[in-house]
T-cell receptor, first 114, second 111 residues
Framework: KQEVTQIPAALSVPEGENLVLNCSFT??????LQWFRQDPGKGLTSLLL?????REQTSGRLNASLDKSSGRSTLYIAASQPGDSATYLC?????????????FGKGTKLSVIP | NAGVTQTPKFQVLKTGQSMTLQCAQD?????MYWYRQDPGMGLRLIYY???????DKGEVPNGYNVSRLNKREFSLRLESAAPSQTSVYFC??????????FGPGTRLLVL
């Protein structure tokens, strides 16, 4: 059974810092990996999707990498801003789980201090 | 283009009452999903529908039923609500091995 772990559970950084969020998964046989952002009391917003054949994806100040063989992904946020404060969730889609269903980590709660 | 919509946004039920959570997507996606999110447990899949006319159980299906009404709509029914079903429920949709898109959620409180 696929398991996804995100460390740390919470992270506090001063505004302007570059930071890295970590995600690890136990079964390297995945279709894709997706990073989400969740604001308090809100739904999930898709940030980046990396297919299993890809090594990284970029969107603006965000860069996500995937090392399938080691079961790891990182989300790099450059020049952090207070508006980046949210919970970031990592999820993987694996074979054997029907219809590309996702297995989620429990998230990293990010606080960017002005 | 509304994406994924869910109704209601918030609901309070008494133990034993029934209700249906509605979900619709306008992205022409084949696959739809229902998740619940609980503190300390993360998001867990309840049921999914790979395509119109099919549904399958996820990780935590007990106490729930689903209906894929058509390609756009996927509903989740609680026949006899229990306090353990107090949670935030999210519907999502995807087109194959592509990104999943989530609705805003339904907050359910069962007393």
């Amino acid at each position: 059974k696929q398991e996804v772990t995100q460390i740390p559970a919470a992270l506090s950084v001063p505004e302007g810092e570059n930071l890295v969020l970590n995600c690890s998964f136990t079964d390297s046989a995945i279709y894709n990996l997706q990073w989400f952002r969740q604001d308090p009391g809100k739904g999930l917003t898709s940030l980046l999707l990396i297919q299993s054949s890809q090594r990284e994806q970029t969107s603006g100040r965000l860069n996500a990498s995937l090392d399938k063989s080691s079961g790891r992904s990182t989300l790099y946020i450059a020049a952090s801003q207070p508006g980046d404060s949210a919970t970031y969730l990592c999820a993987v889609s694996s074979p054997g789980a029907g219809s590309y269903q996702l297995t989620f980590g429990k998230g990293t709660k990010l606080s960017v201090i002005p | 283009n509304a994406g994924v919509t869910q109704t209601p946004k918030f609901q309070v039920l008494k133990t034993g009452q029934s209700m249906t959570l509605q979900c619709a997507q306008d992205m022409n996606h084949n696959s739809m999903y229902w998740y619940r999110q609980d503190p300390g447990m993360g998001l867990r899949l309840i049921y999914y529908s790979a395509s119109e006319g099919t549904t399958d159980k996820g990780e935590v299906p007990n106490g729930y039923n689903v209906s894929r009404l058509n390609k756009r709509e996927f509903s989740l029914r609680l026949e006899s609500a229990a306090p353990s079903q107090t949670s935030v429920y999210f519907c999502a949709s995807s087109g194959g091995a592509r990104a999943q898109y989530f609705g805003p959620g339904t907050r359910l409180l069962v007393l």
